[in-house]
């Protein structure tokens, strides 16, 4: 089973700029899988944020396009982890959530139903 540890959130004030990182460790059960991340604040549902193939291919959710971008490195042997990062620029206060590093089948992912989550990271942004 892959396991995913995220890192990088905080508290900033709007404006400010964040990195978040995710790193999947464990042996893999998936060839070439995509990564991707979620956020969830309080009162509300789960939300997709954005998605990045093996190959690199991205896809992101209306409200952060232009503002955050996602990045991976693919780990090239064994014993490397495969790494995902979210830079986020231009922070909100709306972007406050818990946010979730996902692997898994490219549309699982997309859709909300990856393989394997992430414990999440705290992002709060201040007004």
């Known amino acids: 089973q892959v396991q995913l540890v995220e890192s990088g959130g905080g508290l900033v004030q709007a404006g400010d700029s964040l990195r978040l990182s995710c790193a999947a460790a464990?042996?893999?059960?998936?060839?070439?899988?995509?990564m991707g991340w979620f956020r969830q604040s309080p009162a509300k549902e789960r939300e997709f944020v954005a998605v990045?193939?093996?190959?690199?291919?991205?896809?992101?959710?209306?409200?952060v396009k232009g503002r955050f971008t996602i990045s991976r490195d693919n780990a090239d042997n064994d014993n490397a982890k495969n790494t995902v990062y979210l830079q986020m620029n231009s922070l909100k206060p709306e972007d406050t959530a818990v946010y979730y590093c996902?692997?898994?089948?490219?549309?699982?992912?997309?859709?909300?139903?990856?393989?394997?989550w992430g414990q999440g990271t705290q992002v709060t942004v201040s007004a």
């Open positions: 464990g042996p893999t059960f998936l060839d070439h899988y995509a």
């Open positions: 996902a692997a898994g089948n490219g549309p699982d992912v997309l859709g909300g139903t990856p393989q394997a």
């Open positions: 990045i193939s093996y190959s690199g291919s991205t896809f992101y959710a209306a409200s």
